[in-house]
């Protein structure tokens, strides 16, 4: 079954940068919009962020917006995340995810979402 991988996880000290990747399993997600969501002990998946297809537009959670940075490379495949000035709430599961649809209306919702990664751990210490 396709699904999405994601690489780049750790435990770093607040203030400090990680970036994360995820790559299909197979098959091309060029036309897709790939997102990260992320998950805390105890609490809902939540989004972070969202790239079009076309890399042109994103849209991100406004707990991450000035920290987080996504992007993408087409010739690859592969949807990036660079997370500074890293904060100890930052703290979770991270999750990469592929959607069809096109309004960004509907990328902060998770239904939305029809490929998901088996997820990657940041640990951000205070």
């Known amino acids: 079954q396709v699904h999405m991988v994601e690489s780049g996880g750790g435990l770093v000290q607040a203030g400090d940068s990680l970036r994360l990747s995820c790559v299909p399993s197979?098959?091309?997600?060029?036309?897709?919009?790939r997102g990260w969501f992320r998950q805390a002990p105890g609490k809902e998946r939540e989004f972070v962020a969202a790239i079009r297809w076309s890399g042109i537009n994103s849209r991100y959670a406004d707990s991450v917006k000035g920290r987080f940075t996504i992007s993408r490379d087409n010739a690859t495949d592969t949807v990036s995340l660079q997370m500074n000035s890293l904060k100890p709430e930052d703290t979770a599961v991270y999750y990469c995810?592929?959607?069809?649809?096109?309004?960004?209306?509907?990328?902060?919702?998770?239904?939305?979402?029809?490929?998901w990664g088996q997820g990657t751990q940041v640990t951000v210490s205070s």
């Open positions: 197979e098959g091309t997600f060029t036309y897709y919009t």
């Open positions: 995810a592929a959607t069809t649809a096109s309004s960004p209306s509907r990328w902060y919702t998770k239904e939305n979402y029809s490929y």
